[in-house]
Every structure is written in structure tokens, then in C-alpha cells.
């Protein structure tokens, strides 16, 4: 089992919709998580991260975490044509090594 | 504002050549990173690094090999390029112990093998 998994999309939505990203992770002792976006041809750069459980918002974008369930979560609010990116959850260890998910690719349609 | 280079965005090489990826990292970083991004597959570890000349192996490190020999520099070395090693090489950069140890990556180099 991968440490971090990942729903693969594509996701594709209209303007304005909201998006929910979802990941999965198998290691308890995860206490940062992350959410990269990576526009095409260029590399991934850091969106937000949350610690342990819960939420937290910055503008558009709400990232959930529940570590009951081992649950991952990014939620986009009003989705806009400039939010059409990959998308990947990770997780570092204790070590500052990184599992990440494998990435779902998101088309907002204007 | 960190910033991380690579050498090049894009690389045509022949099959048996030997390839050098260069890194670059302006943050004073301890920790270096070289990533390969595939369709389907995400990122995969090949190397990091979390000092100079010292080098530890990720998931995928065979066929490849590294250096740093500066703190700055992270290299990645393919010695003997085949067709299965085209790929998007992406590298990284984070603080030794600083959480929440977020990376900071490089635009990364789009490496074909023919």
C-alpha cells in the first residue's frame, strides 16, 4: 500500500463550481499535509499545508484534514479558469522526506 | 524569495549517452532533492541529500547517480542514458528539521532518450 494515494481525475468543471480533491494516507504518525499545485510545464509549488487534524482556509481554497479516517481533503470555492493545474496531496516524515499522492489533474471550463 | 534552477527545461539525448542534470538552490538549503515525474506515477524519489557529499537513495535510484560537492549544487548523473529513463526530472530543496519541511522545487527538465 502507498503511503500517500491519490484520486486520479481528471476532474473537469465549469466556472464557478466547487471542487473537492481527495487523498488517502496510511502512515498515523503524518503530522504535516500538503497541497502542491503544478501549472503545466513548470514545477509543483507549496498551495497551503495543515497541521494534524481540521481546517484551514485561505481565500478560495479550504484544506481538511481527518485523521480518523486517514482523510485528505482540498475543497475550491468559485472555480476559476486559472485554477486548471495538477493537484497533489503529501506528507512529510520526521525524516523531511515527501510521499506524495500522484496527482489529479483539474480543467476548470470557462 | 527561494529560488531553484535547473540547468535546462529541455534535453534530447541518445541512447548510452552520459547525462548531467544540474540543480541549483540560492536558500542555503541542507536538504536536496531529485525527483522523475510519469504520467499515472507521480513524483518518485531517486536521491537526496542532506549534506554536502553526502547522498542517500530513494525509490528508484538505479541508473542514476549523484554529487554535491557544494552546498548549493545537487547534480544528477545518468551514466548510461536509455529510452526508459525519458521523463520530466524534477529538483527540490527544504530545511534540515524545519517544519513543516515544505520543498521548493525547480522547473523542472523534460529529458527525452531516443
Known amino acids: 500500500q502507498k503511503e500517500v494515494e491519490q484520486d486520479p481525475g481528471p476532474l473537469s468543471v465549469p466556472e464557478g463550481a466547487i471542487v473537492s480533491l481527495n487523498c488517502t494516507y496510511s502512515?498515523?504518525?503524518?503530522?504535516?499535509f500538503m497541497w502542491y499545485r503544478q501549472y503545466s510545464r513548470k514545477g509543483p509549488e507549496l498551495l497551503m499545508y495543515?497541521?494534524?487534524?481540521g481546517n484551514k482556509e485561505d481565500g478560495r481554497f479550504t484544506a481538511q484534514v481527518d485523521k480518523s479516517s486517514k482523510y485528505i481533503s482540498l475543497f475550491i470555492r468559485d472555480s476559476q479558469p486559472s485554477d486548471s493545474a495538477t493537484y497533489l496531496c503529501?506528507?512529510?516524515?520526521?525524516?523531511?522526506?515527501?510521499?506524495f499522492g500522484t496527482g489529479t489533474s483539474l480543467t476548470v471550463i470557462p | 524569495d527561494v529560488k531553484v534552477t535547473q540547468s535546462s527545461r529541455y534535453l534530447v539525448k541518445r541512447t548510452g549517452e552520459k547525462v548531467f542534470l544540474e540543480c541549483v538552490q540560492d536558500?542555503?538549503?541542507?536538504?536536496m532533492f531529485w525527483y522523475r515525474q510519469d504520467p499515472g506515477l507521480g513524483l518518485r524519489l531517486i536521491y537526496f541529500?542532506?549534506?554536502?557529499?553526502?547522498?542517500e537513495k530513494g525509490d528508484i535510484p538505479e541508473g542514476y547517480s549523484v554529487s554535491r560537492e557544494k552546498k548549493e549544487r545537487f547534480s544528477l548523473i545518468l551514466e548510461s542514458a536509455s529510452t526508459n529513463q525519458t521523463s520530466m526530472y524534477l529538483c527540490?530543496?527544504?530545511?534540515?528539521?524545519?517544519?513543516?519541511?515544505?520543498?521548493?522545487f525547480g522547473p523542472g527538465t523534460r529529458l527525452t532518450v531516443t
Open positions: 502512515n498515523s504518525a503524518f503530522q504535516y
Open positions: 536558500m542555503d538549503h541542507e536538504n
Open positions: 527540490a530543496s527544504s530545511l534540515l528539521g524545519q517544519a513543516p519541511y515544505e520543498q521548493y
Open positions: 495543515t497541521y494534524s487534524s
Open positions: 541529500s542532506y549534506d554536502v557529499k553526502m547522498k
Open positions: 503529501a506528507a512529510p516524515n520526521t525524516g523531511n522526506q515527501f510521499y
